[in-house]
T-cell receptor, first 114, second 117 residues
């Protein structure tokens, strides 16, 4: 079946540094991927839609300069949190269009900014 | 207005008993898909079950079944014979629009299920 690999699963970084999170579709091509953010005990909030070879579409209120998304190949999308601050600490999860029912999720990344 | 409503923020169930997690949805599309995901404390989203809007039979996957009542726009998840490992957050989600991917994918607020020994 369709598998989406997300790395790293956990990352701790210092305030002011940048962190890159990768989302790979392992056995299918994903022209469209999605990035979500999840606050503790809350549901998933769509941040942006990433299309291969074009600019990402960001949801209202999401800073595109803070959360850089690159989808340079049919199997890889990356989310870079630039100049991270403690308020960026969260759980980030990606999904890709693909699989039997249309959407397959990665396992998520827990980001802690200290 | 919320597209997906899960009215139970938290639920408790005794081990080995059945439990129903509620989900109602709102869409004007004729073609849509309904999903249930389980999210344990590790964070990964585990796909449980899918129901297409045109499916006449309720979906079942092992201990999971989806009670689909289209006229009521309800898609409740039933877990039979609860196990301790079922303790997790459960999200109802909907893919709106036709085709394999639809136009939109939305999540409900989630229900935290705790299974008691």
């Amino acid at each position: 079946g369709a598998v989406v690999s997300q790395h790293p699963s956990r990352v701790i970084c210092k305030s002011g540094t940048s962190v890159k999170i990768e989302c790979r579709s392992l056995d299918f091509q994903a022209t469209t991927m999605f990035w979500y953010r999840q606050f503790p005990k809350k549901s998933l909030m769509l941040m942006a839609t990433s299309n291969e070879g074009s600019k990402a579409t960001y949801e209202q209120g999401v800073e595109k300069d803070k959360f850089l998304i690159n989808h340079a190949s049919l199997t890889l999308s990356t989310l870079t949190v630039t100049s991270a601050h403690p308020e960026d600490s969260s759980f980030y999860i990606c999904s890709a269009r693909g699989g039997v029912y249309g959407y397959t999720f990665g396992s998520g990344t827990r980001l802690t900014v200290v | 207005a919320q597209k997906i409503t899960q009215t139970q923020p938290g639920m408790f169930v005794q081990e080995k008993e059945a439990v129903t997690l509620d989900c109602t949805y709102d869409t004007s599309d004729q073609s849509y898909g309904l999903f249930w995901y389980k999210q344990p404390s590790s964070g990964e989203m585990i796909f449980l079950i899918y129901q297409g809007s045109y499916d006449e039979q309720n979906a079942t996957e092992g201990r999971y079944s989806l009670n689909f009542q289209k006229a009521r726009k309800s898609a409740n998840l039933v877990i039979s014979a609860s196990q301790l490992g079922d303790s997790a957050m459960y999200f109802c989600a909907m893919r709106e629009g036709g085709g394999h991917y639809g136009q939109n994918f939305v999540f409900g607020p989630g229900t935290r299920l705790s299974v008691l020994p």
